[in-house]
């Protein structure tokens, strides 16, 4: 029998004013991420390697489905603000929850990019990109070319799970601009520390500014007494 000393993937989502974690500077297991609605979403801490610094953990492909159902108005509320033609998502964590949005503003459908290179793909629609929960992968994003008609010319909004370094979102954003396609912000669930900003500010000193999010998370050091609190430069 296979085991692992990792412990299960648990998510847990709580109403406006029952959080269980009020008051609490110091965590264990779980960080409370406050939502935009007053709930409270309560994700895993990770270990990063080295074992001093810690990452709240939201897998979107994991979670409870009364999570995503919790999650989803709230980041319709949050694109509409930007009167999208079209809902574009960020490969990969970003599908589900683009899906979701594109369908509760009533739009007819979306546009995924993808990081597979299909046989009938085009090179000249792809951008080279990386990614924080694996950064010595290098990854090319593509957008598939029968899908050009749904962005071409039209106000874009991109959705994504968390958003922290910002290098798949710049690479989204590139690719987009680049086959004409009006990007008017960026709705994630989580934006998580602050250096997203610079890499998006590279691109548009403006688009920070249209970044929209349901909640925060920061980075977290490990105390002398076993303990993970926020690190206070990330929240």
């Not at 609605?37 to 009364?66: C, E, Y």
């Not at 403006?206 to 050091?221: C, E, K, N, Q």
Request: net charge negative; proline share 9%.
């Amino acid at each position: 029998m296979l085991t692992t000393t990792l412990p299960p993937y648990l998510v847990h989502w709580h109403p406006p004013g029952t959080s269980p974690f009020a008051g609490q500077t110091r965590f264990d297991t779980h960080y409370p991420v406050s939502l935009t609605d007053g709930s409270t979403l309560a994700l895993p801490l990770r270990p990063l390697p080295g074992g001093q610094k810690a990452i709240a953990l939201l897998m979107s492909n994991q979670t409870p489905f009364v999570v995503e159902a919790a999650l989803t108005p709230l980041l319709v509320e949050l694109a509409n603000e930007f009167a999208p033609e079209c809902i574009v998502a960020v490969p990969t964590m970003g599908l589900d929850y683009a899906r979701r949005v594109a369908k509760g503003l009533g739009h007819p459908d979306y546009a995924a990019l993808g990081l597979s290179r299909k046989f009938w793909y085009d090179e000249e629609l792809s951008e080279s990109m990386s990614s924080s929960t694996s950064p010595t992968q290098k990854k090319s994003i593509y957008l598939d070319p029968a899908l050009l008609s749904r962005v071409v010319g039209k106000r874009v909004v991109l959705v994504d799970d968390v958003i922290n370094t910002g290098a798949s979102a710049v690479a989204a954003i590139r690719l987009l601009q680049r086959v004409g396609a009006t990007v008017a912000g960026l709705v994630v669930v989580l934006t998580e520390g602050h250096a997203w900003r610079d890499a998006l500010s590279d691109i548009d000193p403006d688009l920070p500014a249209r970044v929209r999010a349901v909640g925060h998370i920061p980075l977290f050091d490990h105390t002398a007494d076993g303990h993970w609190v926020p690190d206070v430069t990330t929240l």
